[in-house]
């Protein structure tokens, strides 16, 4: 009797430490997260964030997916992740939330952020397009304005939007021409006019990571345009990398990427790695993505987000 009444006290008390231990990196405000051109929430049970959302979990946090077009402008999606905020809050019952946005979700993130810095603790950017994409503009350079190809380009790519926004269980608008002018150089230097909160002076510059709207501003990404042999896209993000004459993840620039506090610009990762895609088959040589992520939650506790 003794010996069992032990057993349950042991086991109870295991329990309590776990239970403690997977709160410990709770965040005081939720996470959401925001996807990139022509990412989604899930497709059949898969999030684009692979396993980060449960990762996050397990840790104590609580994890919001945002809903935004596939495809459209920065301001577009941002102004849908802004509705998608105010329905987080209000079912919460949080004053603010982290975002942590990969790619073109970055400057979706920075938007809300901007225009509404009081729902707003941190904006974390993953290999975001901050400055620009050289691919974007190489892009954009070879579909003419106003021309047959621009057209055909549009409502292919738009369908694709419309395809994929369907089959994760949404409805939102596509424009696949604003999303690329968005992404190009020129476009995101107009945005980060308008946006400036977090942008460094000077490209590939920092800056500490609290800005004057009081909203903390960090960011990191990768530089190895392919980390695996087994993952199919590898040989696409290595060819797209050719369009660069800096370091890259093979769809953005290195110090395009930085935006507020830089955490790292060069993991031995490429575009999809720094969410874990495809499927987990990142680089055996470097840290886990999942684990950045993990390590992002006590960063941000530390500092009473």
């Known amino acids: 009797m003794k010996n069992k009444l032990c057993i349950t006290v042991l086991l109870f008390t295991s329990t309590l430490f776990s239970l403690q231990a997977h709160s410990s990196n709770a965040t005081k405000y939720p996470i959401v997260l925001v996807h990139g051109l022509f990412g989604f929430n899930d497709i059949w049970g898969i ?3 692979y396993n980060i959302p449960q990762t996050l979990k397990r840790s104590g946090a609580q994890v919001y997916i945002a809903s935004v077009s596939p495809a459209n402008s920065s301001e577009v ?3 849908q992740l802004r509705t998608y905020i ?3 809050l209000a079912q919460s019952g949080a004053k603010k939330v982290n975002i942590i946005g990969h790619s073109h979700g970055s400057p979706t993130a920075r938007y809300v952020a901007s225009v509404s810095p009081e729902m707003v603790a941190s904006v974390t950017s993953i290999g975001g397009v901050n400055w620009g994409s050289t691919f974007a503009d190489v892009l954009r350079k070879t579909i003419p304005t106003d021309s047959a190809l621009e057209n055909i380009a549009s409502q292919g790519f738009n369908a694709l939007a419309t395809v994929i926004s ?3 269980g949404q409805s939102l608008p596509a424009s696949s021409l604003n ?3 968005s992404l190009t150089t020129q476009g995101s230097i107009l945005f980060n006019q ?3 909160e977090g942008i460094p002076s000077r490209y590939c510059g920092s800056t500490p990571s609290k800005a004057q709207n009081g909203v903390h501003y960090f960011s990191w990404s990768g530089a190895k345009p392919a980390t695996n042999v087994f993952d199919i896209s590898d040989p696409v993000l290595f060819i797209t990398n050719q ?10 620039s290195s110090c395009s990427s930085h935006l507020g506090q830089v955490i790292k610009d060069d993991y031995r990762m490429n575009h999809l790695d720094e969410v874990n895609q495809t499927f987990g088959l990142v680089s055996w040589f470097e840290t886990n993505p999942t684990t950045l992520y993990r390590k992002h939650l006590d960063r941000l506790q530390r500092l009473g987000l």
């Open 86 to 88: 105010q329905a987080v």
């Open 243 to 252: 369009t660069f004459s800096e370091k890259n993840d093979g769809l953005v």
């Open 194 to 196: 308008s946006y400036p």
């Open 179 to 181: 999303a690329m002018d």
């Open 47 to 49: 999030d684009y964030f």
């Open 166 to 168: 369907g089959v994760s």
């Open 77 to 79: 999606r941002g102004e």
